[in-house]
């Protein structure tokens, strides 16, 4: 099997910078740093509340980065249309709620199929490659793919949340399971959603998850070890697998 690509979020960078209303830290050095280490791909989530990542941000990384811009966003007409402005390479549709902290499950995709359809015509006539944050549910995967999209990313909080060993066991068989109904769809499939430097082999070790986005692990332990390095050591793990 080959390797997944690696994909960092530099959303909380963004947030350390706007905790204090500053200028630094910048996330456009972020990503260049990134991109040094070895990352295959720079992930942002604007929020319609704008908690961390701006829309300036945007920008700019779409004008510096040279690797892959993952765009995550609501499925909002906001959203959709700065989207179709900056056609960035890739759009990642998820979820969003106020008061979540983070990401806290996949997107309905049954639910919201006909918008989603509008939305990747919307998008690929502006080539956007579109993906869609979904849970390891081969009903929402068989919509996802049947709205059009070109991949969708499994959100793995589940996982990266099992108390014991059979839970694990569980959730990687059906992140596996799930990976492998999306790729004989012929969707490209990611993963991410709280995986660390302790868990990310055995999800980097399915064979149909492509790519491997990773934000909050690698920023704190960024603060001790410097990014570079913390990039270095989370592909290290990835490439374990």
Do not use: C
């Not at 690509?5 to 990134?34: K, N, W």
């Not at 704008?50 to 941000?57: E, G, K």
């Not at 499925?75 to 900056?86: I, Y």
């Not at 890739?90 to 309905?108: H, I, N």
Request: charged share 25%; aromatic share 4%; hydrophobic share 45%.
């Amino acid at each position: 099997m080959s390797k997944p690509y690696l994909a960092i979020s530099i959303d909380h960078v963004a947030t350390l910078r706007q905790a204090r209303g500053t200028s630094y830290p910048e996330p456009i050095h972020a990503a260049a740093t990134a991109e040094l280490a070895g990352a295959d791909g720079i992930v942002v989530h604007l929020r319609e509340d704008r908690r961390h990542i701006q829309d300036r941000d945007i920008y700019l990384l779409s004008h510096t980065i040279g690797s892959r811009l993952n765009l995550k966003m609501a499925l909002s007409d906001e959203m959709v249309n700065f989207a179709v402005e900056l056609a960035p390479a890739m759009v990642t549709l998820v979820p969003e709620s106020a008061d979540e902290l983070t990401s806290e499950g996949g997107m309905d995709v049954i639910a919201n199929q006909a918008r989603i359809e509008q939305a990747v015509e919307q998008l690929g006539e502006r080539g956007v490659k579109v993906m869609v944050l979904v849970d390891a549910d081969n009903e929402q995967i068989a919509a996802a793919s049947e709205a059009g999209v070109d991949g969708i990313e499994l959100h793995t909080g589940f996982y990266s949340e099992a108390l014991d060993e059979e839970e694990v066991e569980e959730a990687l068989d059906a992140l596996s399971e799930s990976a492998d109904h999306a790729q004989s769809l012929e969707l490209y499939v990611s993963a991410g959603g709280g995986l660390n430097y302790h868990n990310v082999a055995a999800i980097a070790a399915i064979d149909a998850i492509n790519e491997i986005n990773v934000g909050h692990a690698v920023v704190s332990r960024a603060i001790f070890a410097g990014l570079e390095k913390a990039i270095a050591d989370f592909k290290a793990e990835v490439n374990r697998a």
